[in-house]
């Protein structure tokens, strides 16, 4: 009688998180680092996202991540923004997420929740309160032959996070 009551007690601990390793074990693209498939975001994403006071739903569609060589994700992703006031929701039109130290245009940002804005010519990350976090020039792709709201692309290493035209440099720390 011990020992059904010990395996239990070690089902009940180790089962609930032994789904994410038998999928990776059978489709180890699950751990894969890089740009993150859309059917790999919606496994990690958030359904709704608090900034300012408000929770709002996350565009799953409009949701993008990326997988660091040791396993950390950055996600970003469109949100809906109807609930605010016309001074927040023009400088917040997502979530960013990062579990690692990363650069944006060369500016350090640490791990944490942020809202972020394409606006005008700049990309502004802010703090969940709507401080200014990073600020800096966006950068325009006249080439790219089909925008789309939100996408990150990666070529040899270097990531691009684009909202329609403008994108920004996103640099992985080592």
């Known amino acids: 009688m011990n020992t059904l009551v010990r395996l239990s007690?070690?089902?009940?601990?180790?089962?609930?998180?032994?789904?994410?390793?038998?999928?990776?074990?059978?489709?180890?693209?699950?751990?894969?680092?890089?740009?993150?498939?859309?059917?790999?975001?919606?496994?990690?994403?958030?359904?709704?996202?608090?900034?300012?006071?408000?929770a709002a739903s996350v565009q799953l569609r409009n949701t993008v991540g990326i997988r660091t060589q040791d396993g950390?994700?950055?996600?970003?992703?469109?949100?809906?923004?109807?609930?605010?006031?016309?001074?927040?929701a023009q400088k917040y039109q997502g979530f960013f997420i990062t579990e690692t130290k990363i650069q944006i245009e060369g500016t350090g940002v640490e791990p944490g929740e942020y809202g972020f804005g394409f606006m005008n010519d700049r990309f502004i990350l802010t703090n969940v309160g709507g401080g200014d976090v990073v600020n800096v020039p966006?950068?325009?792709?006249?080439?790219?032959?089909?925008?789309?709201?939100?996408?990150?692309?990666?070529?040899?290493?270097?990531?691009?996070l684009y909202a329609g035209r403008k994108y920004v440099a996103l640099t992985l720390h080592a």
Do not use: C, F
């Open 9 to 54: 007690w070690i089902a009940v601990v180790v089962l609930p998180g032994s789904h994410v390793w038998a999928q990776a074990a059978a489709r180890p693209d699950l751990l894969k680092p890089g740009v993150l498939t859309s059917a790999d975001v919606k496994t990690i994403a958030p359904t709704s996202y608090y900034y300012a006071g408000h």
């Open 72 to 88: 950390k994700n950055i996600l970003a992703g469109m949100v809906d923004t109807s609930g605010y006031s016309t001074a927040i």
């Open 138 to 160: 966006a950068k325009r792709d006249d080439q790219m032959k089909r925008p789309v709201p939100l996408k990150i692309t990666e070529e040899n290493g270097d990531y691009r």
